[in-house]
């Protein structure tokens, strides 16, 4: 016995147990951690390229109401398209 484990009171070789047999338990065959992660890429339509949506936060939304409603229609519309084109939700 070791004189650490004398002192101590306590088996070191027993306290590695668990660890070898974790180191046991592992293989050598692919696991769900080691298999290669593929991302699908959605592809937009060409009409989409530089198209952002553009959202107004309500403050600005309201306040452009009183002072340029017709600019509200034509974000509004902008948006209408962008979705009807399929480049966002």
Not at 47 to 60: F, P, S, T, Y
Request: net charge positive; proline share 3%; charged share 20%.
């Amino acid at each position: 016995m070791f004189m650490f484990e004398r002192r101590q009171g306590f088996n070191v070789r027993l306290l590695c147990l668990p660890l070898i047999a974790l180191l046991a338990g592992c293989t050598g065959t692919a696991t769900a951690w080691t298999e290669k992660v593929t991302i699908e890429q959605v592809e937009l339509p060409k009409e989409c390229a530089g198209w952002q949506k553009i959202n107004l936060k309500q403050r600005a939304y309201y306040s452009l109401m009183r002072q340029d409603p017709a600019l509200i229609m034509e974000i509004d519309s902008h948006n209408l398209k962008g979705k009807n084109l399929g480049c966002w939700q």
